[in-house]
């Protein structure tokens, strides 16, 4: 930028500072199971993303010691759309299991990423 | 970029589905999992809608001998999704030596691979650095001409066996400086070989794929070091031969719509100046900020690039 002024320099900083209805791209928070954690026996996988997600748009899937799991239809929370939740069809036997989910954020970013969690016997 | 109300309007699903896989956004330097944050020394290898500003730089004594702060700012604009443009300047302070604006940079920039399971993404750009344009301290460079390629490689596709290894990424960059004439006034200016890499940690990665992070401040860190050097090839003045350079460790916090680094700033010896110096840069990310007016490529059509997809 050519010799920015002050005054510019500040008007920019205000009205990027006062955007309110902005998105970004979706990146993982927490999850449940836990990233790296062991659980008893879910049954559900819930993302929980900085920002809101397309559902319809998203994919979840998660493959374990006999093969893909079944799971339902990926939806978001009706109070917060941030969170992706999708059920498990099956009880899950005791192994480890890897979750590969890829999300759509409301203005279209693409995000996407891997992680495992262990079922315990 | 839809409105909510048209999104979600019934019967547009299926075209929006296919316009959204095929035509995805492209914010800062993300390919795969992997999100390369904006760094210091070296430029990142993604193409973005960015405003850096403020860039800070300070060195208790430079390669001349002198303490230096500069304070300036870069905006990058996306013409397509994968070429962006950009213009920077800022204003420098020397003591002793005075105050000067520095020349004017532009960039074109275009980001050609992105092979989303390796991490790995490549972009190559031509940068200007008009001489004419600055003032004060800064006046006497001639136009300097710089090709540029830049590629980043995460950790990610390493086996679980490797899981704490996969949060790793590197990034590097090499380009030449050619100054539009050799000798200006009564100084030379060299052809010079540039060439950096930085090692990074990123912990929204470990949180996202390796294992849980409680901490909310922890979990956006990037502990980074750069490295990065110049070496000059052409037109150099007798005594000014050597590689000249700087070793920056740092960390990086990414926020979801902004990033602020801060490294120090080490000489690797006494021609690229004397004593460690601080660097710092705030970074907007626009295309977040403002995804659906200057956030947005001017064209939605992404360019030629390289995915690994058959």
Known sequence: MTRISMTTIAASLALICGATSAFAHAQLEKATPAVGGTVAGPSEIRLEFSEGVEPKFSKVSVAGPAGAVSLGAAKTEPSNQAVLIVPISKPLSAGVYK??????????????????????? | MRTPEIRLTAGAFAGAAAALWLTPAFPHAVCGSRIFPTTLAIDDPGVTDELTLPAVNWLPKNSDGVQELDIGGEWAK??????????????TWLHPGGFGWDSVETEAKYQFMCIPQLEFMASAGFSVEWGGSATGSQIGEPNMYSPVLDVGLGFGALPQSLN??????????ISTTTPGQAVWG???????????????????????????IGNEFLKHLIP????????????AEEGTWGTTGAIQPGVVYMADKWQIAVEAMIPINGPSGHGAGVVASL??????????????????????????AR
């Open chain 1, 99 to 121: 979750v590969h989910w890829q999300a759509v954020s409301v203005d279209t970013h693409h995000t996407q990423g891997t992680f495992e969690f262990t079922v315990k016997p």
């Open chain 2, 78 to 91: 996306t013409i397509f999704p994968n070429f962006a443009i950009s213009v920077g300047s800022g204003a």
């Open chain 2, 164 to 173: 704490l290894m996969r949060p790793f990424a590197i990034t590097g960059e």
């Open chain 2, 186 to 212: 009564e100084e030379m200016f060299p052809t010079a070989f540039n060439w950096g890499f930085s090692l990074q940690y990123s912990l929204p990665y470990y949180n996202a794929n390796v294992s849980e």
């Open chain 2, 224 to 235: 980074t070091v750069e490295f990065a050097f110049s070496t000059p090839t052409a037109h």
């Open chain 2, 283 to 308: 970074d907007l990310f626009l295309d977040d900020i403002f995804p659906n007016t200057i956030g947005k490529p001017i064209f939605s059509q992404t360019l030629p690039m390289f995915t690994g």
